[in-house]
């Protein structure tokens, strides 16, 4: 199958690496891709947020399916003309990205499908953004309506920091103000044709940049798979209870959900509640589940956007453990300071069971020394806030663990930063 994949990050990467093990002859290209993709397969500089210069590139050469990686195209509604020429696509509409382009508009699907999450409110100015929260008490959960880069988000006790990034999102357009939910926290994708689901397995991410849960809420630091913690009817209770509603709510209302959805989870002691919806996977969780993906992924992505999920079976797991390090420039999530070289690459895939999957770098100009037809990390320089992310699969979490961090050990990058206490408590 010829397939298009636009992204530049370790989602992608991923995806892309679980279609190469298929042993299928696939012929993939990627958009724009980084130098990690580029090694694998063709890249091309393809802005995946332009809708009409994407279509006419895969109407042109003949593509059979397109995969839409991250939710920016999605938001720009990617999705629309190349569906309307009659390439599938794995990936929502416009409108029905809205699920995660705005939270405003996933609480209201959220309430019409009756799927369980937690109270919020939105606010247009900070005097109703102190009347809720004063109203739904501490800890505080400010967010930012639309996307954010991961950086909309604020959980915290301290009243004065709530409202400071109330302050800050409210120049950017309304917040919501939403009611604090303890337990914790799961990631399940499911995919969907627009009327059924089929899901994948869950995981756990973690969003703090520090040890311990401290420090600023990032795009996400690492995560695991599978949870040995839930109980077996956990995602029989999901697909039953949020994630067909939903679907079958959008379908409803004219806007079928096609691609995956993400369903970010918390386990409260009064049962599941939704968090937040994305419209794709999820990074760095889609790293963990695709490394123990049986199943072709090819196959449920087709599906998927063909309308044809209710014919295949649930996908099937490696009993492996995966875990996944990601590792990040200096400075992030504030201000990364990139251009720095990547050592180590060679000798982090080195170790047993460990892939290195690419989120933000490239190949610096060549010298006349090497061979410029040659993939080699000479020349690999960090050119965003999530550099690499370090995966690692094993029998058990120990295994999984130490093979992740002596990979993670062996890669350098002046400044980089990441966590020491992935899957440590499992």
Same mark, same amino acid.
Not at 186 to 196: P, T
Not at 235 to 244: G, K, Q, R
Not at 377 to 384: D, Q
């Given at each position: 199958?010829?397939?298009?994949v636009?992204?530049s990050g $370790? @989602?992608? =990467?991923?995806?892309?690496t679980?279609?190469?093990?298929?042993?299928?002859? =696939?012929? %993939?290209?990627a958009?724009?891709? *980084? $130098?990690?993709?580029a090694?694998?397969?063709?890249?091309?500089?393809? #802005?995946?947020?332009?809708? %009409?210069?994407?279509?006419?590139y895969?109407?042109? *050469?003949?593509?059979?399916l397109?995969?839409?990686?991250?939710?920016?195209?999605?938001?720009a509604?990617?999705?629309?003309?190349? @569906?309307?020429?009659g390439i599938?696509?794995?990936?929502?509409?416009?409108?029905? !990205?809205a699920?995660?382009? &705005?939270?405003?508009?996933?609480?209201? %699907?959220?309430?019409?499908? +009756?799927?369980?999450? /937690?109270?919020?409110?939105l $606010?247009?100015?900070?005097?109703?953004?102190?009347?809720?929260?004063?109203?739904?008490?501490?800890?505080?959960?400010?967010?930012?309506?639309?996307?954010?880069?991961g950086?909309g988000?604020?959980?915290?006790? +301290?009243?004065?920091?709530?409202?400071?990034?109330?302050?800050?999102w409210?120049? =950017?357009?309304?917040?919501?103000?939403?009611?604090?939910?303890?337990?914790?926290e799961?990631?399940?994708?499911?995919?969907?044709?627009?009327? +059924?689901v089929?899901?994948?397995t869950? !995981?756990?991410?973690f969003?703090?940049?520090?040890?311990?849960?401290?420090g600023?809420?990032? /795009? /996400?630091? /690492?995560?695991? &798979?599978?949870?040995?913690?839930?109980?077996?009817s956990?995602?029989? #209770?999901?697909?039953?209870?949020?994630?067909?509603p939903?679907v079958?709510?959008?379908?409803?209302?004219?806007?079928?959900?096609?691609?995956?959805?993400?369903?970010?989870?918390?386990?409260?002691?009064?049962?599941?509640?939704?968090?937040?919806?994305?419209?794709?996977?999820?990074?760095?969780?889609?790293?963990?589940?695709?490394? @123990?993906?049986?199943?072709?992924l &090819?196959?449920?992505?087709?599906?998927?956007? *063909?309308?044809?999920?209710?014919?295949?079976?649930?996908?099937?797991?490696?009993? +492996?453990v995966?875990v996944?390090?990601?590792?990040?420039?200096?400075?992030?999530?504030?201000?990364?300071i990139?251009?720095?070289?990547?050592?180590?690459?060679?000798?982090a895939?080195?170790?047993?069971?460990?892939?290195?999957?690419?989120?933000?770098t #490239?190949?610096?100009?060549?010298?006349?020394?090497?061979d410029?037809?040659?993939?080699t990390?000479?020349?690999?320089?960090?050119?965003?806030g999530?550099?690499?992310?370090?995966?690692a699969?094993?029998?058990?979490?120990?295994?999984?663990?130490? @093979?992740?961090?002596?990979?993670?050990?062996?890669?350098?990058?002046?400044?980089?930063?990441?966590?020491?206490? %992935?899957?440590?408590?499992?």
């Open positions: 199958m010829k397939i298009l636009l992204g $370790a @989602r992608e =990467h991923a995806i892309i679980s279609l190469l093990s298929e042993g299928a002859s =696939h012929e %993939i290209v958009a724009p891709g *980084n $130098a990690g993709i090694r694998a397969v063709r890249t091309v500089d393809l #802005e995946p947020t332009d809708p %009409i210069a994407v279509t006419e895969a109407v042109e *050469n003949g593509f059979e397109v995969v839409v990686g991250p939710e920016a195209p999605l938001i509604g990617v999705a629309d003309p190349l @569906r309307e020429r599938p696509v794995f990936g929502p509409s416009k409108a029905a !990205a699920l995660e382009g &705005s939270k405003t508009f996933a609480k209201r %699907i959220m309430e019409a499908a +009756d799927v369980p999450t /937690g109270r919020a409110e $606010a247009g100015t900070i005097a109703e953004v102190e009347k809720t929260i004063d109203e739904f008490g501490s800890p505080y959960v400010i967010k930012a309506d639309g996307l954010a880069a950086k988000v604020i959980v915290t006790p +301290d009243r004065a920091a709530a409202v400071a990034h109330a302050a800050y409210l120049e =950017h357009g309304p917040v919501l103000v939403e009611e604090f939910l303890s337990g914790p799961v990631s399940l994708f499911l995919f969907s044709d627009g009327h +059924d089929l899901p994948l869950p !995981a756990q991410d969003k703090r940049l520090e040890d311990g849960d401290l600023p809420n990032t /795009g /996400g630091m /690492g995560a695991y &798979s599978p949870l040995p913690w839930l109980p077996e956990f995602v029989d #209770e999901v697909i039953e209870t949020i994630a067909l939903t079958r709510r959008l379908e409803k209302e004219g806007t079928p959900f096609i691609g995956l959805l993400y369903c970010g989870l918390i386990v409260t002691p009064r049962g599941i509640r939704v968090i937040e919806f994305n419209a794709r996977f999820g990074d760095p969780e889609t790293q963990v589940v695709l490394a @123990r993906l049986v199943t072709p &090819s196959s449920l992505l087709l599906a998927s956007a *063909n309308g044809t999920l209710s014919t295949l079976p649930r996908p099937e797991f490696a009993l +492996d995966a996944t390090v990601v590792i990040a420039s200096e400075g992030y999530p504030e201000k990364s990139t251009g720095r070289q990547i050592t180590g690459i060679e000798a895939e080195a170790v047993a069971e460990v892939t290195v999957l690419h989120a933000a #490239e190949i610096a100009p060549l010298t006349d020394a090497v410029a037809g040659t993939w990390s000479t020349g690999l320089v960090a050119t965003g999530r550099v690499l992310s370090v995966v699969l094993g029998s058990d979490f120990a295994e999984a663990r130490a @093979r992740v961090y002596e990979a993670v050990d062996k890669i350098g990058l002046a400044g980089s930063q990441h966590r020491t206490d %992935i899957a440590a408590a499992v």
